[in-house]
């Protein structure tokens, strides 16, 4: 294989996007170069403009180039019901399958020990301060049904009785070791209508 | 489906990628965002150099940044073999699954009068020009075994007749309606040494 020169390094930097393998990054950069340069600068250029201005929401922490998301700036939302989910990406398919109207709240992760991910790397410091002095009334808890999901999902159902606030946790249909994200959307809105208080 | 601003964009143009849908389009924009922007920001800047200078060698018409690719500038290659492809990823599928050494010509398509595709958008007057005074002695004739590409393969065959050059046509092992793209090296390999004079 030659991959020395530009067209080998973008081979190469294409295998940066997940389930991008070595043949699938050839035909994307050939593709890219022959049928649309005009797409791939738009990409590029996007990319690059992502990368300098999204950053988390203050509120939430979901992913935005503005100082507050769009669902936490919207007076629309029930700002006393927030679902808490370990992914951005989660809140995307949340909104896309179900019609839950609350606010959200990004992990960005799930507790794990032995990496090194306690508490504080989940923002869980500031969801508490929240839980003290807004107007939630109930978290729905809809970190991921894993092991780990379900331990983060637990400690979190612990933090919101110490400040009397409600929880819940998405259940029905949602299998265990499942990731939200490969589930489909009749089953997660399922899940989060059979929600249960923990 | 949010789609509304950066990251909106940022998802909708990922979409330019060949065999990327919405979800997978997510799921890299988030991934890229999460886990790795120092490789979204190499993989952006890397493409828009590419699109800026990666243009066609000036002899073979593949996909290079520099006026002669690396092939055709290596004098240990054998000029007067010249094996006709229909596209630059043909070149990279056929430099890793053989031992062909002589040099090659990329048609960047194949003849398709309904599509407004005739000899010249295949370079066919360069290549004839290089059949007329050149020290070429035999064209491998690998375009795509599809009706399109065997037309193909006959016309360029009548050409070299015409300029005294030997042609021949990789066939054994490459199915009907096959592209290269998606062959096996070993049936290439194959399909290479069982190559046939027409
Ligand atoms: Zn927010
Ligand atoms: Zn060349």
Redesign the interface.
Known sequence: ??D????G??IQ??R????VGPK?A?????????K??E?????????????D??GQCSRCRT????PLC??CADPARDSSLVCIVE???DV?II??ATVFKGLYFVL?GRLSPLDGIGPGELGLDQLERQLATSDIKELVLATNSTVEGEATAFFIGELARKHHVQASRIAHGVPMGGEL?FIDSGTLLHAFNGRRTI
Chains 1, 2 share one sequence.
């Open positions: 294989m030659r020395t020169g530009l067209l390094r973008l930097h294409l940066c996007l997940p389930g699938t050839q035909r994307m950069a050939f593709h890219l170069l022959q649309d340069r797409g791939a600068r738009a990409l590029a250029e996007t990319l690059l403009q992502a990368i201005r999204i992913l935005t180039e503005k769009d669902i992914n951005p990406s995307w909104e896309q960005h994200e």
